[in-house]
DNA sequence: TTCCGATGTGGAAGCGTTTCCATGCAGGAT
DNA sequence: ATCCTGCATGGAAACGCTTCCACATCGGAA
């Protein structure tokens, strides 16, 4: 029925259209002045045509691609995932297309960096839950586009997030409401960031020092954000003369992997240690975390509505947001024992 | 130190090189024949302004555009995550850009095969882990360029996918094996798939056909691929006069489910009831579960090395393959009691 | 009536490449 | 010495659009 094989040009469409190739332009581009019978017209023969324009030729003539970069780490972790989805959520209706730039392997995010692959492809970037570092800052810059961070503290860039220390104060405080004094942390850090002090600890020392307990350098394992680590940082702490009543963890993987070891162990949680997350991961329902929970997907999508005002040059789009955490109680925090 | 404000073009390099924009062109292209010492001239030129090609006229004048579509549900969930962090993987080097098209709800994947967006935009689509059906095919085929499927059955394309009816006899003769033979299927459908029967079922009835065991329709609850579902399904099973011994789950998000169920019932998993799944999701370890490993990352990678190929014309690459699953034994199976 | 602004339109000038074709030239075969 | 081959090169012609500019037309204001 239709021919894919020839293509049809805006001339073909104007030509038969009868009218001239400005003109078939502009009643396809559908914002510019034209008379409504003669869109009518054109859009008519362009469908009967089958007429799809050429986004480089459209590209190339307008100087805008059509196109926005999304520079994220580890798709295959649930938190990137879901924002990335929630990106394409606030992206609908805009007519942008995301090009997709995975850096989570070191090597890969120094190549990202170094040869800007992006450059010249794209409208904007987005930068998901990464923190970027300043000679990074600088070459992205080189690219002379809209950045935006999801997700994550890069606060050169306008950016959506959660507060982090106060998620780690919700984890911390609960904990500590139901009477535990011996807390342990599994700290997450990525490998190669070099965060002076992630919010999230801080929260930690912050939340002990309040309440009069003084921090027991012991209970701080450090880890990435795996649920090896997890596993294995408690088991460390599992190790210690006093062993902690309860774990406060980075994420809700991490502390996937230390319920595990409790396990084990032949140790009971809650009943002889509590453990709480971050995140709300889909598997924290499952396995009866306690978790505090963050809103990915809308991290994803507020940042992506937030691109498209700057785009469009919307005055006063460019204010960060913090959107609110939310403690959600399970099956795996209780009172310490005794 | 670099001008990002003034755009260099071709033109300028070939004037400061001294040679013709065509030369100049041939030289930065790399492929085609130009002297050593006027290539090693016009990309010192180049580099020394910084020049970057527009990609958009690059495609415009050649008709390839380096882009490829991969299409993809659920993102957020590990699977297809890491399904795409493969792809990326194997697409490196080939100079190719992922445009990222996330067709995860009913309506999203109706307007992508209806409006068709990609199309103009790619050389090839790569298909993650989902049943193109016969009417979207048609669409597909409307854009004109390779095709290929990632961890699916959609025996149209070239594909690279496990075998999903061994994956599920593995699970379903582990739990054999040890003894079980009032096993339960927790089965996954899509909500808009129309399998009619999804090879990772087929592998249960046969199982148990070839061992003698009456198919108890009973056993046998349907659900989506989310966790909450197994959940739900285990209780079923539990309300049964007889529950089963042992649980055969399509996933292991399912099986997580299912041993949550089992858990709050006061049950122990494995001594009452056994569980298994297939994936080997990262937090499947975490958990302890048993369940049946296929590569994901590799079924990616895989894929677009195939698809490589048959960019580049090479002969006989549009193989399918098919990649082994492996048994990984947890400790969330065991011999029924008794 | 004349003039002016608003509106709709056609067409040309780019946009920055790739690629084809013609040309120049060196060197080996005759 | 002459011819031919083949490589390296310059330049022009697409590629298919957007957008600017100029022009025509039409009412209404003066």
Redesign the pocket.
């Known amino acids: 029925m239709s021919q894919p094989t020839t ?1 049809v ?3 073909d469409v104007a030509r038969l259209a ?6 078939a ?2 009643a ?2 559908g914002s510019a ?3 409504p019978e ?1 869109r009518a017209k054109v859009l008519e023969v362009a469908d009967r045509l089958h007429y799809v ?2 986004p480089d ?2 590209s ?3 100087g805008r691609t059509g196109r926005v970069a999304l520079v994220v780490p580890h798709l295959s972790r649930w938190f990137f995932g879901e924002v990335a989805e929630g990106i394409h959520a606030g992206l609908r209706g805009a007519d942008l297309d995301l090009l997709l730039y995975p850096v989570g392997a070191v090597q890969e995010r120094a190549e990202f960096f170094e040869r800007l692959p992006a450059r010249r492809k794209v409208d904007a970037v987005i930068v998901v839950a990464f923190q970027v570092l300043e000679a990074e800052r600088r070459r992205l810059e080189l690219m002379g586009v809209h950045i935006v961070a999801a997700g994550g503290q890069s606060a050169a860039y306008p950016y959506v997030r959660i507060d982090d220390y106060v998620a780690g104060r919700q984890a911390m405080d609960h904990l500590l409401f139901l009477g535990h004094r011996r807390i342990a942390m599994l700290e997450a850090r990525d490998p190669d960031q070099p965060d002076l002090d992630p919010p999230r600890s801080d929260a930690y020392v912050e939340a002990l020092r309040e309440n009069g307990i003084e921090v027991d350098p012991e209970l701080v394992v450090v880890g990435d954000w795996g649920g090896e680590q997890g596993a294995q940082g408690m088991s460390r702490l599992l190790s210690l003369r006093t062993p902690p009543t309860a774990v406060y963890a980075h994420s809700d993987e991490v502390a996937l992997g230390a319920v595990r070891t409790i396990r084990r162990a032949g140790l009971d949680v809650p009943r002889d240690i509590s453990v709480i997350g971050i995140d709300d991961h889909p598997l924290a329902a499952l396995t009866d975390l306690t978790t505090v929970r963050q809103p990915a997907h809308e991290q994803g999508r507020r940042a992506a509505e937030m691109l498209i005002g700057l785009l469009r040059g919307d005055p006063g789009v460019d204010e960060s947001v913090t959107l609110p955490t939310e403690l959600v109680v399970r099956g795996s925090t209780a009172p310490p024992r005794g």
Do not use: I, Y
């Not at 009868?18 to 003109?23: D, F, M, N, Q, R």
């Open positions: 293509k040009t805006l001339a009868g009218v001239g190739v400005g003109t332009s502009r396809l581009s002045r034209v008379a003669t324009v050429s030729a459209a190339l003539a307008s």
